[in-house]
């Protein structure tokens, strides 16, 4: 059997670290081996969004790199079904394996598709509701159209049921993301905070706060709904500086998205100059593993950072208006709540927050497992 992975930006990264290492374990035992290539689209190219996790996470280096880079989002998948057709063609998998919900997620399902080549979809079945996020199309049309579809959760096994997806094109398999927490823990607890803040200063001369575990907080924003409008992220950088950072140092990885648009509307020197706020380039994953360990609270529009929280207990406030990961909110056991990005909401549920204890929690089959899995499923619908 022949599988085709695809990864193309971050969060993609630390789902296909555990698969390849499933893949190779696979093949160490006796039954029929699975040949397997790996396609980097190239949406994330600079290093630290990308290289820095195949070193970490010993992923082994792309078979093939399309170079899609960036551009509007017509242009990103468009260009990236264009290479992607050719590989598709020439190498004639059985499989294409998609992650995520990214654009090269999108890209690369309708290009299987069309070429008569099954298609599985990990982390299939999540829904926010809100198609004014580009992941959400991503997830619906990957999920409509993929033979397999492998979910972190049950309650996107109901997702799919109410969408009218057949019994047997759906596996629950867990979260593969927490594969490589669980994988990479010991790794991250190992590393001082000092160190990861002194290694990763976006600006060398910056101060360093003097920090205690559990008496900081750590953020990252990027969502364009957050960060592509001036009146909203003026308000949020507003709440960040003058309330979080005065009550505890506030560490903030970058992203060259957020970071170009504080700058285009005037807001850098403002985040550059005031004292707590610790400016970070975006951080590897063992650093941010350990940074989220011991935090007292978390600030982000991630997906995947609800999810570490969830597992890890960071009490985290989720600055978007939905998700498309229910089973991370306090009311379905998780840690995170959903503040939006309107700042007395967000202030309201600050001071809860600080107010909770860390609380680890494991939704079923988040176990560490789960792209054992998920091999398992592949190779099961092949026959
Ligand atoms: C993408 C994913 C999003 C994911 C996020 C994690 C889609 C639709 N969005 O959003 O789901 O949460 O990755 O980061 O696929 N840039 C660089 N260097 C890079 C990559 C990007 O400078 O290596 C800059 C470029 O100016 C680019 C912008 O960041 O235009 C946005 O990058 P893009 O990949 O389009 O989307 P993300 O916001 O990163």
């Known amino acids: 059997m022949k599988i085709i992975s695809v990864v193309g930006a971050r969060p993609n990264f630390m789902k296909i670290a555990p698969f390849i290492r499933a893949i190779e374990k696979h093949n160490s035992g006796d039954g029929e081996k699975v040949e397997h290539l790996l396609v980097h689209t190239g949406q994330h190219y600079d290093h630290q969004m990308s290289q820095t996790f195949f070193d970490a996470l010993n992923i082994p280096p792309a078979d093939i790199h399309l170079g899609v880079g960036s551009g509007t989002h017509a242009e990103q998948v468009g260009n990236t079904m264009i290479a992607f057709e050719k590989v598709v063609m020439e190498?004639?998998?059985?499989?294409?394996?998609?992650?995520?919900?990214?654009?090269?997620?999108?890209?690369?399902?309708?290009?299987?598709?069309?070429?008569?080549?099954?298609?599985?979809?990990?982390?299939?079945?999540?829904?926010?509701?809100?198609?004014?996020?580009?992941?959400?199309?991503?997830?619906?049309?990957?999920?409509?159209?993929?033979?397999?579809?492998?979910?972190?959760?049950?309650?996107?096994?109901?997702?799919?049921?109410?969408?009218?997806?057949?019994?047997?094109?759906?596996?629950?398999?867990?979260?593969?993301?927490?594969?490589?927490?669980?994988?990479?823990?010991e790794k991250a607890a190992a590393l001082s905070i000092s160190d990861v803040l002194k290694e990763n200063l976006l600006l060398e001369d910056a101060n360093i706060p003097a920090v205690e575990e559990e008496k900081y907080a750590v953020m990252t924003l990027h969502r364009p709904s957050n960060v592509d409008h001036k009146d909203i992220i003026t308000a949020l950088v507003e709440f960040l500086t003058r309330e979080v950072a005065s009550?505890?140092?506030?560490?903030?990885?970058?992203?060259?998205?957020?970071?170009?648009?504080?700058?285009?509307?005037?807001?850098?020197?403002?985040?550059?100059?005031?004292?707590?706020?610790?400016?970070?380039?975006?951080?590897?994953?063992?650093?941010?593993?350990?940074?989220?360990?011991?935090?007292?609270l978390f600030l982000t529009d991630s997906g995947g950072l609800q999810e570490e929280c969830t597992v890890l207990g960071t009490p985290c406030l989720t600055l978007r208006w939905n998700t498309e990961r229910p089973v991370t909110l306090l009311e379905h056991g998780?840690?995170?709540?959903?503040?939006g990005n309107n700042v007395e909401r967000i202030r309201e549920e600050y001071h809860k927050a600080m107010d909770r204890e860390r609380l680890a929690v494991r939704p079923e089959l988040w176990d560490g497992h789960t792209a054992e899995r998920c091999l398992e499923a592949i190779i099961k619908a092949s026959n």
């Not at 309708?110 to 982390?123: F, G, R, S």
């Not at 999540?126 to 159209?145: A, C, H, K, Q, Y």
């Not at 998780?334 to 503040?339: H, K």
């Open 247 to 296: 009550d505890m140092p506030l560490f903030w990885p970058i992203h060259p998205r957020a970071r170009k648009q504080l700058e285009m509307f005037g807001l850098w020197d403002r985040v550059v100059n005031t004292p707590n706020l610790v400016l970070m380039r975006p951080i590897g994953y063992h650093d941010m593993l350990r940074l989220n360990m011991t935090a007292r």
């Open 334 to 339: 998780g840690a995170s709540v959903l503040v």
């Open 91 to 185: 190498e004639k998998p059985d499989w294409v394996v998609v992650v995520g919900d990214v654009n090269a997620t999108l890209a690369c399902s309708v290009t299987a598709k069309k070429l008569h080549v099954k298609c599985c979809h990990i982390e299939a079945g999540l829904r926010s509701g809100d198609e004014r996020m580009p992941e959400e199309i991503n997830r619906l049309v990957t999920d409509r159209l993929s033979n397999l579809l492998l979910t972190p959760d049950l309650l996107s096994i109901e997702n799919l049921k109410k969408e009218g997806v057949e019994d047997n094109r759906i596996g629950f398999v867990g979260n593969i993301m927490i594969d490589t927490l669980e994988a990479q823990r």
